[in-house]
């Protein structure tokens, strides 16, 4: 797993755990690509499908640099018009879209429907009260994972 130079928030062991978990669980879905940094991890491990309003014009670029544009699919949208329209089942899913309270508690409870029965959901940016609120009302039993991510297991869930 190489970590690729791309702008974004995802340090070193959160750009490796995003990897790890998504080798075991397949397919991934996206939420928030910015500029491809997550992406790349997450697409390193197999299939990523991924959701954002205003990816980066070198979004695209970025997965070809990288050798991993063949593993994702880009869906241009608000998250909660474009969640609506999927089936599913995901082995995980990766929430870091709006950090606003309506936006991760929307994005959170589509991707419990969502989700494989023994998928995970990853959400970054926990320390914003928000998200953690969120969170703490949807996944019950979460817990940190790395640097300010959460994870929940549906098989604990
Ligand atoms: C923090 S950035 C994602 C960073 C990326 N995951 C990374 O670590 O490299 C958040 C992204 O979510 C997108 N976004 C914010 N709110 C959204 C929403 N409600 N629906 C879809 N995309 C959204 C923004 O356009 C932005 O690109």
């Not at 070193?12 to 690509?33: D, F, K, S």
């Not at 929430?95 to 606003?100: E, L, P, W």
């Not at 953690?132 to 949807?138: G, Q, S, T």
Request: proline share 6%.
């Amino acid at each position: 797993m190489i970590r690729h130079q791309i702008t974004g928030w995802i340090n070193p062991e959160e750009y490796a755990a995003l990897y790890e978990l998504a080798l075991e669980h397949q397919p991934v879905l996206e939420v928030g690509c910015y500029a491809g940094l997550s992406t790349s991890a997450l697409a390193q491990a197999g299939e990523v499908t991924t959701i954002d309003a205003n990816p980066q014009p070198n979004f695209l670029t970025n997965m070809m640099v990288a050798g991993v544009a063949q593993n994702v699919t880009l869906r241009v949208g608000w998250s909660r018009d474009i969640l609506p329209k999927l089936t599913g089942p995901y082995g995980m899913v990766f929430i870091d879209g709006g950090h606003s309270y309506v936006e991760a508690f929307t994005d959170i409870e589509w991707a419990v429907k969502l989700l494989a029965d023994d998928g995970v959901i990853v959400v970054d940016d926990i320390t914003w009260p928000d998200v953690k609120r969120a969170i703490e009302e949807l996944l019950p039993g979460w817990q940190p994972l790395v640097g300010k991510m959460g994870v929940w297991h549906a098989s604990a869930g």
